[in-house]
């Protein structure tokens, strides 16, 4: 068993229970844990649970273009107002401005997730657009307590709940792609951070044959969903970056930020992103094709508006995306009519 004194401690609330009995139950943990005037960062569907929390400070509600600035300002902002931590209850972009507002202002963050989209919950990466400019991970800290309500998750998109999924898919093949990398002197692994990767694919592994829609209103699921969730964010507060979770596929959906403004979920571009590096490997990439569709996910570049030409576009951009991370991409080096011969594999 793993040492995991210095995870974040995770509470789950229900089932049974509302979301109103949550946000009472949420309140009191933050006592229980000493916090007593927080700044609560929260996204119009985090309303509900973060109604009962007692703090002297004002709720803060992030505006749509919210970007690195203004996460900045918020962190000057908690410091001067003195909180003692920040409660993040939100989607993705609400727990990663809190995260960056944090780490800013010296302060931890409660994260309080109101879907299970992205294994961002829980690492010590935020993504959150440059003034002017999309998405880029950019280091922050991992929340110290991460708090879920189960009559909140039930309730949440079902388009979420594939993305959460999809995210996981990656991690199987961004470890191939952290050995090859080590295989070429680049980097070393670390052992721990690579087992709790393994262990956050495997607890979401059995139902990846499983209808979707009925396991996001089954709590159990929620559940292992979120572990694999937490696990994966671990993995990444372990070795110190992205690499555990995060490899080529992870390469493609960036350039798809990149080049087209994202065209879904970042998890449900990351599994697609997946099926372009199974192929590099050499893998089954028509089983993981129907894996994808039986999901929900994309499987074809036309599920994300993308052309060939638009595909080929992103696979020569991709390996820009991350300077320095050696993946599959990086070693096949495509040209033109590579990525073109690699569109025809997967998809004639
Ligand atoms: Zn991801």
Redesign the pocket.
């Known amino acids: 068993m793993e040492d995991r004194k210095d995870f974040p401690q995770v509470f789950v609330y229900g089932p049974p229970g509302s979301e109103q009995g949550a946000a009472e139950d949420l309140a009191r943990k933050l006592v229980d844990l000493d916090i007593i005037a927080p700044l609560v960062v929260q996204s119009t569907f985090g309303e509900a649970l973060g109604a009962r929390i007692r703090t002297p400070l004002p709720h803060v509600v992030p505006v749509p273009q919210a970007n690195q600035e203004w996460a900045a300002t918020l962190g000057s902002r908690t410091r001067r107002l003195g909180a003692d931590a920040i409660v993040a209850i939100g989607g993705g972009r609400c727990l990663d401005i809190a995260k960056l507002a944090a780490a800013r202002a010296g302060v931890t963050v409660i994260a309080v997730p109101t879907q299970l989209s992205?294994?961002?919950i829980c690492s010590p990466v935020a993504v959150v657009p440059a003034q002017g400019a999309c998405g880029e991970s950019i280091g922050a800290i991992a929340p110290r307590v991460v708090y879920l309500s189960i009559p909140t998750l039930l309730s949440s998109p079902l388009g979420a709940v594939r993305a959460g999924l999809g995210?996981l898919l990656?991690n199987p093949l961004a470890l191939k792609d952290w050995e090859l990398a080590a295989g070429r002197g680049l980097e070393s692994i670390d052992q721990r951070a690579w087992n709790l990767s393994v262990e956050s694919f495997k607890s979401i592994e059995s139902y990846l044959a499983a209808d979707v829609a009925k396991s996001a209103r089954d709590p159990r699921f929620l559940i292992r969903l979120a572990d694999g969730l937490v696990l994966s964010g671990m993995a990444m507060v372990c070795a110190g970056n992205s690499r555990p979770?995060?490899g080529g596929e992870?390469e493609i959906s960036h350039a798809i930020d990149h080049l087209f403004g994202g065209r879904a979920l970042?998890?449900a571009q990351?599994a697609f992103g997946c099926l372009l590096s199974t192929e590099l490997y050499g893998e089954d990439t028509q089983g993981f094709r129907a894996r994808l569709a039986r999901l929900g996910l994309p499987q074809h570049p036309g599920d994300l508006g993308l052309s060939e030409d638009d595909m080929v576009k992103i696979l020569l951009a991709a390996p820009y995306m991350r300077p320095g991370r050696f993946t599959v991409l990086e070693d096949t080096d495509l040209d033109e009519s590579g990525s073109r011969a690699l569109l025809e594999r997967i998809w004639t």
């Open positions: 992205h294994d961002g995210d990656a979770a995060s992870h970042h998890g990351v």
